[in-house]
């Protein structure tokens, strides 16, 4: 790698490890005044007047927008839902390192499903950032033992959700644009959200939970997109080790504003787990 595809590489990143970070803590913040199923709403607000305000300063983003494949969208954001809301609720009541150490377990997840329905192939690799994100797991979660929190599996299942949204992901872009994807996204999971919400959940708000709602809904975007450009700009290989100093990150900002206590082992479940995906992503780039 150059060094400018190197400081394109870290400045995506820097944004994607910042909108995370302020997503994660806008979600902390607002739990308060409203409730997962209006939070989501006003995440998916957000970000739909971002996007259609786009729209209208470039009209050639529209020409795409017409889903083609409308059941695989529904069933895609319904999934990106519910993951959404498990990990929102799970942000709420676990502290951040562990909801993001936990997070990390979805790369296992999609590798198990690509090989059971892509008929994508078993590699050595594959394997083993399914049984290493396993072990981190069960380091992190300690079952059976009394630091165990079964909230901790509302993060689990947030990670399964993710990993077959990104594979239902994979299918979709053979045909719509990356544009088109994150548009209806928007679009199909507003309702889902209203759905559970107050009608005049708006009124809650407080002059605290402007600055928060507003961050909520530009960093549900920013996120995903710095994230793409950084693998677009950079080998996945030192992509993803930046990708994990998201843990650290929380951690220390849980620690300084929410008071949480920095759990050894939950740095040591996420390192295992690291390690899994490292050494697989080497091994399918050497490969490449």
């Not at 799970?90 to 499903?113: D, G, N, Q, Y």
């Not at 399914?130 to 630091?147: D, H, K």
């Not at 002059?207 to 710095?226: D, E, F, K, N, R």
């Amino acid at each position: 790698m150059t060094a400018r595809q190197i400081g394109r590489v870290v400045l995506w990143m820097s944004g994607a490890l910042l909108s995370f970070s302020t997503l994660a803590i806008s979600i902390r913040l607002l739990a308060g005044a409203l409730s997962v199923f209006e939070i989501l709403a006003a995440r998916s607000l957000g970000s739909l007047v971002i996007l259609v305000a786009l729209c209208l300063a470039k009209p050639e983003l529209r020409k795409g927008l017409a889903p083609r494949r409308i059941g695989l969208n529904l069933l895609r954001n319904t999934v990106h839902f519910a993951a959404t809301y498990s990990w929102a609720l799970a942000i709420t009541v676990l502290p951040f390192a562990t909801v993001f150490a936990l997070e990390f377990t979805m790369p296992a997840w999609a590798a198990l499903l690509a090989l059971l329905f892509l008929g994508e192939r078993v590699t050595a690799g594959r394997i083993a950032v399914i049984v290493t994100c396993f072990l981190g797991v069960l380091v992190i979660l300690r079952p059976g033992l009394e630091a165990f929190r079964p909230a901790a599996l509302l993060v689990l299942g947030a990670a399964f959700g993710y990993a077959v949204f990104n594979v239902i992901t994979k299918k979709l872009t053979s045909t719509e644009s990356t544009f088109a994807i994150v548009f209806w996204m928007n679009v199909m999971q507003l309702p889902m959200g209203l759905a559970g919400s107050d009608p005049a959940f708006v009124m809650k708000l407080g002059v605290t939970q402007i600055a928060p709602v507003i961050a909520i809904g530009i960093a549900g975007l920013s996120a995903h997109y710095c994230l793409a450009n950084a693998f677009r700009a950079g080998d996945a290989t030192f992509v993803l080790p930046i990708d994990f100093a998201r843990l650290p990150l929380i951690a220390m900002i849980g620690w300084l504003f929410f008071g949480e206590k920095l759990d050894a082992f939950t740095f040591i479940g996420a390192a295992i787990i690291l390690c899994g995906i490292f050494w697989n992503v080497r091994a399918e780039t050497r490969k490449g």
